[in-house]
């Protein structure tokens, strides 16, 4: 078992990671589908697909950025906009900031429409006021806003199709599956929440799961004898196999294999058990 520190889009949809996944899934999500059911299959398939895209997006450093979404973008356009490269632009759509035009000085003022395909209005927006059309540039206002304060718009306009860096991005996008897509996250967010708060026997870590409890106190159990610590963990070092160091609250920097853990939980943040108990 082996996990890089760094984000990779590409390490997301392998064999490996599906298998790991699913078995998460029926195991601790219950979701396991009936026999020769070809919809409970796809299901889970597409289930498995989003719970990895999210996993694996956590780790991407620019994840609330411009620069991460225009990443995003860009592996989608290379990749055809496959099924989980699409749902990377969406996830990154939740934290970055995005640049829309506007008739007024105000940034309250309505965005501009454009014409779709086949004639709809379109709501033109971009990650950066550079990817902005030079003809519009010259006729209109730019400013910042975030995609729930559009969505809103596209509500009060009736207006379901988005573009999104058009100059050089021909993807239209319907506010309506932006929506459903950002529910379903919301819901994966709380399972992998969920999950590290339960914590998961060892067995079934793989290299993003592994990946997402570095930068975390936790309580791990490991080793034949089940020896316990509790401490932050921090990446291995390059010449030690994959595992986690986990430095403790007397100082001490205990080194755990993977391979030898048999349970593994996250610790509540203190602050947040104080703001609950207020």
Not at 107 to 128: F, M, N, Q, V, W
Request: with cysteine; hydrophobic share 35%; proline share 4%.
């Amino acid at each position: 078992m082996d996990y890089d520190t760094l984000y990779d889009t590409a390490k997301v949809d392998t064999p490996d990671n599906h298998r790991a996944m699913r078995r998460i899934l029926e195991d601790y999500a219950r979701m396991i589908p009936v026999n020769g059911d070809a919809d409970q299959e796809k299901a889970l398939k597409d289930a498995t697909r989003c719970f990895l895209r999210v996993l694996a997006d956590y780790h991407d450093p620019d994840l609330a950025t411009a620069a991460g979404l225009e990443k995003a973008i860009d592996c989608a356009l290379v990749h055809d906009y496959d099924e989980t490269c699409f749902l990377s632009v969406l996830n990154h759509l939740r934290y970055a900031d995005l640049v829309f035009l506007s008739s007024e000085n105000s940034a309250y003022g309505d965005s501009i429409l454009c014409k779709g395909p086949h004639g709809e209005d379109c709501i033109p927006l971009y990650t950066r006021s550079k990817w902005i059309e030079k003809d519009r540039l010259g006729r209109f206002h730019w400013h910042r806003t975030n995609i729930f304060d559009i969505l809103d718009q596209c509500d009060c306009s009736e207006v379901d199709a988005l573009t999104l860096n058009y100059s050089y991005n021909k993807a239209f996008y319907s506010a309506e599956d932006i929506r459903s897509a950002f529910e379903e996250f919301d819901v994966v967010d709380n399972f992998w929440t969920s999950l590290r708060l339960a914590g998961v026997e060892g067995s079934y870590l793989f290299p993003l799961l592994a990946q997402d409890f570095l930068g975390r106190n936790v309580c791990c159990i490991y080793g034949s004898n089940e020896k316990e610590v509790i401490g932050y963990l921090t990446p291995y070092k390059p010449w030690q196999a994959p595992g986690y160091n986990i430095e403790t609250a007397a100082g001490k920097t205990v080194y755990v294999p993977l391979d030898d853990i048999k349970f593994i939980q996250e610790l509540p943040d203190e602050d947040e058990d104080e703001d609950e108990e207020e």
